[in-house]
């Protein structure tokens, strides 16, 4: 299993940026994007099933951030409106074997992370 993210870069607050994360070798029970900040614990920002239902999204990002999954490709993205300086983390994405899932702890494969910084 490996897990290819891209998309991350330098923006201003306000821009958009998608992220994507492209999984190779199987489908899994849950997806997720999570990011960690300098100093700070890694989080989940949103993660969602198989078929691409919402399992989580945190408080931060509701409304700004939107996960979604492309079954074809086996291929998830994180659309990212509204950036604002807090944004900026290294942002993972992870998969699971494990149904309904969104803490760290039961994510299975990890992607290599993607760097997001937002400039004020």
């Known amino acids: 299993v490996q897990l290819q993210a891209s998309g991350g870069g330098l923006v201003q607050a306000g821009d958009s940026l998608t992220l994507s994360c492209a999984v190779s070798?199987?489908?899994?029970?849950?997806y997720a994007w999570f990011r960690q900040a300098p100093g700070k614990e890694r989080s989940c920002v949103a993660a969602?099933?198989?078929?691409?239902?919402?399992?989580y999204s945190a408080d931060s990002v509701k409304g700004r951030f939107t996960m979604s999954r492309d079954n074809v490709k086996n291929t998830v993205y994180l659309q990212m409106n509204t950036l604002k300086p807090d944004d900026t983390a290294v942002y993972y994405c992870a998969v699971s074997y494990s149904a309904s899932a969104y803490a760290a702890a039961d994510f299975n494969f990890w992607g290599q992370g993607t760097e997001v910084t937002v400039s004020s």
């Open positions: 969602i099933t198989r078929s691409g239902s919402l399992i």
């Open positions: 070798g199987r489908t899994f029970s849950s």
